[in-house]
């Protein structure tokens, strides 16, 4: 025990304040808070202000394809857009010294008129071009002052010094227990599993350090439990007897189901609103550190603000991250589809990237930017700029007499004509006919327990979500017509999650028209009206079978005709007290319409040499006391041509053959 604690107090030293406060040189404080009229434009945003959602000490580099920047564009350098092609900003680039708005570089053929300074106004389309640029100015001039609230820096952080040791402990929520703290405790070493550490701050704030973090499955998670504060500082973290450093670490509320946190945003206008969103992030603080000197933040969800003293910090793997980010490092990053970060990030050193479909919902404070790979940035929406008119002359007006007016009688009003009413779009009713002997739902990412034996998470009370139930519509075409090598268009609707295990399903249902009404497809749970409708499309089934459901909710819904469809063919039923069309469904729901469509119901649970199917025949954790316990059992078995379940069949298409999937556990 001794020699665990000079270990703690090495890494504690190791990752306590060695420099100075870092601060990045601020934007000019003409543009902090100042309105449009200050500096020559004009706008109809509500508050009249300039929205910035880049503020660089350095260069800002937009390249590629397709970048998307919601707010203006601050460098105290210049700003350098690449011959690229769809690239989007609504807002300002505002450029401290030379901005340069073309392909080339400096000594790369780049002429004086290709540099310009101060504002440059983008078109009203908001189409970056190359040659709108190096040719067009709307405003010249630039005011230089370096006086201004718009300021970042950051503090090393020291690890306290705490005098409840703990060397050794292991939470794991199914075996043997969660631990839960309730006073400042530091940890030498913390072996985790699912949900295996409660923070409860019921009496009052609570610090915890852990010198080394060992997840013993896939999906370790600390909650915090109460209304106070929690701190939480990880210096070393690690999957269990490897080195491998990065771990998907989930850090909320007890009140919060991780696992369904897609995401908060549902519409980009009200970014800057999302703390009141999901959870209160500024209740939980998490200081976090590896003895690599980076930190790779992979698949992690997490609301909290999070610090770091690392050279390198990175956010990826379609994580989700609810919070301020503030950190010394000179190289921060956040890529991969449907990675989300929803806060301020303060990286004043930071040579810092936005890539491969990252998103930052908020303010970014850098040294310098490079923005591509569909990368975005949305804050807060700059509409309406434009350059401010000059005040013409006024003439003298010219007096003359009042002419005499005759009143003309009033004529009748004639009647509008009633417009047509808007016919909800509905699939040509060509429908694919779905039989079922294959397995579709094989459920949650597998674990593994102490012993090293695997097991599933059916989850059958946590939401469907859209991608989901897209993917499982494929798997179920697929297997049924033997289309898995066909292709279908990325848009721009889905362009965000290319290259996920759903993209395929998502490409499938744009091309079936079940997305013609929505500019972008968003992740996350779906309500039962809108699964009637995603089903229509995707199964492509037919409007004349719809028939009268009978409950009152559905009345005036928008999903009303789509409901009906799947109700006349029987697919989907009502709850005790309605229809709901507007409640999420449930996995559990999911599964019993799955055995509806597929011709499952009355299917038995018994192989043809009398086996009879449990939970654990699956290695199933969590469904033996659930009512839709034999409806998920069916829909994750295969069946033979005589009804029975046939094991072999289920293995030989798990969900690495059906998605394209590279982590299923092969059990």
């Not at 202000?49 to 105290?76: Q, R």
């Not at 092609?85 to 010294?97: E, P, R």
Request: charged share 25%; proline share 4%; hydrophobic share 35%.
């Amino acid at each position: 025990m001794r020699a665990k604690k000079i270990m703690a107090a090495l890494l504690a030293m190791a990752f306590s304040a060695t420099a100075l406060t870092t601060a990045m040189a601020a934007a000019p404080s003409a543009y902090d808070g100042q309105p449009y009229e200050s500096v020559g434009y004009t706008s109809d945003d509500p508050d009249g202000e300039i929205n910035l959602a880049v503020i660089a000490n350095g260069k800002v580099d937009i390249v590629g394809d397709a970048m998307y920047i919601k707010g203006s564009v601050y460098s105290n350098d210049t700003i350098y857009v690449g011959n690229g092609a769809g690239n989007k900003v609504d807002g300002l680039f505002i450029s401290g010294v030379k901005g340069m708005w073309d392909y080339k570089t400096p000594g790369d053929g780049a002429s004086e008129d290709q540099y310009r300074y101060g504002y440059i106004h983008v078109d009203d389309d908001h189409q970056m071009t190359t040659n709108a640029y190096s040719t067009t100015l709307d405003y010249e001039g630039a005011i230089l002052d370096t006086e201004t609230s718009f300021e970042c820096s950051y503090t090393p952080y020291d690890i306290p010094e705490i005098a409840n040791y703990v060397d050794y402990a292991n939470g794991n929520q199914y075996y043997p227990g969660a631990v839960t703290v309730s006073e400042d405790t530091h940890y030498g070493t913390f072996d985790i599993g699912g949900a295996g550490l409660i923070i409860d701050t019921t009496d009052g704030d609570v610090t915890v350090v852990i010198d080394k973090l060992n997840s013993t499955a896939n999906n370790p998670q600390i909650v915090v439990r109460g209304g106070n504060h929690a701190k939480v500082y990880i210096s070393d973290y690690a999957m269990y007897g490897t080195s491998q450093p990065n771990i998907a670490l989930a850090l909320t509320n007890e009140n919060v189901n991780v696992w369904d946190w897609r995401g908060t945003q549902n519409s980009d206008n009200y970014a800057q609103e999302y703390f009141d969103i999901l959870n209160d992030p500024d209740q939980i603080d998490l200081f976090i550190n590896t003895s690599f000197n980076e930190v790779d933040l992979n698949n992690s969800k997490i609301a909290a603000n999070i610090y770091s003293n690392a050279d390198k910090l990175t956010i990826s793997g379609g994580g989700k991250y609810l919070g301020n980010v503030t950190s010394g490092a000179d190289d921060f990053t956040i890529t991969g589809g449907a990675t989300y970060v929803e806060g301020t990030v303060c990286v004043p050193n930071a040579d810092a990237k936005v890539v491969d479909s990252g998103t930052l919902f908020g303010q970014l404070h850098t040294d310098t930017l490079t923005i591509n790979g569909t990368g975005r940035i949305i804050w807060k929406e700059d509409k309406g700029v434009q350059a401010a008119e000059k005040e013409e002359p006024t003439e003298e007006p010219v007096v003359t007499e009042e002419p005499v007016i005759t009143e003309e009688p009033t004529p009748e009003p004639t009647e509008e004509p009633t417009p047509e009413p808007t016919k909800v779009p509905l699939p040509d009713g060509d429908e694919i006919v779905l039989e079922g002997g294959y397995a579709y739902i094989f459920g949650d990412e597998p674990e593994v327990d102490e012993n090293g034996v695997p097991y599933v998470n059916m989850s059958p009370e946590r939401n469907v979500s859209r991608e989901e139930l897209c993917a499982m519509v494929m798997r179920m075409i697929d297997q049924e017509y033997d289309t898995r090598g066909k292709s279908y268009p990325v848009t721009s609707k889905i362009s965000d999650y290319a290259g996920a295990w759903y993209e395929r399903g998502f490409a499938y249902m744009v091309s079936a028209g079940a997305f013609d009404d929505v500019d972008e497809v968003w992740l996350g749970a779906v309500t039962r009206g809108e699964v009637a409708k995603l089903i229509t499309f995707g199964l492509n089934l037919d409007a004349s079978r719809a028939e009268e459901t009978g409950f009152a909710d559905v009345e005036g819904n928008p999903y009303k005709p789509y409901i009906e469809i799947m109700y006349g063919y029987g697919y989907m039923n009502g709850r005790d007290d309605g229809f709901a069309p507007d409640d999420y469904m449930t996995r559990a729901e999911f599964c019993q319409m799955f055995n509806n469509i597929i011709g499952r119901t009355e299917m038995g649970l018994e192989t043809a040499d009398g086996q009879i199917i449990t939970p654990e025949t699956y290695s199933i954790a969590d469904i033996d006391n659930s009512w839709a316990r034999d409806a998920m059992l069916k829909a994750t078995s295969a069946y033979d041509q005589d009804g029975y379940v046939n094991l072999t069949l289920r293995h030989d298409n798990i969900r690495n053959v059906l998605d394209n999937y590279d982590s299923q556990i092969d059990y």
